[in-house]
């Protein structure tokens, strides 16, 4: 899996899966991050056979070190 991210003004890109529900955050995972957009910002993810009912968040952080933008996607593994 490749995500792609357009942004401006971007210090660096973390890539966070966790569990859907409530109040799951806490146990997200960190899948990877990017600090180098000078080729745009992306993550590329071999998960494996993993089954998915997750968020993926990405989380942008700014260059003032204080400002952060976040997007999830919902994942879902559809069953044969």
């Known amino acids: 899996m490749t995500i792609h991210v357009e942004g401006e ?5 973390l890539f966070w899966v966790a569990p859907t529900g409530t109040e799951t955050w806490k146990e997200r995972e960190l ?3 990017d600090i ?3 080729d745009g910002w992306s ?4 998960f ?14 700014g260059m003032d070190g204080r400002t ?3 997007e999830s996607i919902n994942v879902h593994t559809l069953e044969e």
């Not at 003004?9 to 890109?13: A, D, F, L, T």
């Not at 993550?43 to 071999?46: N, R």
Request: net charge negative; glycine share 10%.
């Open 43 to 46: 993550l590329s993810w071999e």
């Open 68 to 70: 952060q933008a976040n």
């Open 36 to 38: 180098d957009g000078s």
């Open 9 to 13: 003004n971007i210090e660096s890109v």
């Open 31 to 33: 899948i990877g991050y």
């Open 48 to 61: 494996g056979n993993r089954k998915f009912h997750d968020h993926i968040t990405v989380q942008a952080l």
